[in-house]
């Protein structure tokens, strides 16, 4: 067996982690729209489970934007991420394309990112940037799917056919 590559964790962490920003910081008021968005939508999760809310936003890249909060369920595992929320939103009203999606929670420690499901569900979309923000919108965490999801199941080389 031969190793071709390994998956430099740390070394990804730490990186997206130096280009954590201020709201200030972005020039683009899509953006700031963008994180504002997904901060406002948090207050409507449904989550009496876990009282974890979180909100996310999706821009369009025709300028549009769809929110989503995350949906939870006494059958826990049929409950929906705030990200996936926003996506099908947004999918449904036939939007494919899109450039940016902001994630926002509150943990006092750590920025909150994307779960496994919600990665590879976003990755379908599309290699985008993704802005992780808290609450107070002090600190935003700037990275992207490929960032978050290096080596994503995909078939795009046709190996279905
Ligand atoms: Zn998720």
């Keep these: 067996m031969r190793v071709v590559g390994e998956i430099p964790q740390t070394q990804i962490w730490y990186s997206i982690c130096e ?3 201020s709201l200030k910081y972005f020039k683009d008021s899509k953006v700031q729209n963008l994180i ?15 009282n974890f809310q979180v909100g996310a936003a ?12 995350n949906v939870e369920n006494n059958s826990f595992t049929v409950g929906v991420c ?3 929320a926003a996506y099908v939103k947004a999918i449904s009203e036939g939007k494919r394309n899109f450039s940016a999606v902001a994630v ?23 290699d985008i940037k993704v802005y992780i923000a808290k609450p107070t ?8 799917i490929s960032e978050l999801l ?8 046709n190996s279905f056919k």
């Design 104 to 126: 926002v929670a509150f943990q006092e420690d750590s920025f909150t990112t994307p779960c496994g499901a919600c990665r590879q569900f976003m990755s379908e979309f599309g």
């Design 137 to 144: 919108q002090k600190d935003v965490l700037v990275t992207s």
């Design 150 to 157: 290096p080596y994503m199941f995909t078939t795009k080389d």
């Design 36 to 50: 504002r968005e997904a901060t406002e939508v948090r207050s409507f999760a449904y989550c009496p489970y876990s």
């Design 82 to 84: 705030a990200e996936r």
């Design 19 to 21: 280009t954590g920003r």
């Design 58 to 69: 999706v821009l369009c890249t025709d300028g549009t934007v769809y929110k989503g909060c």
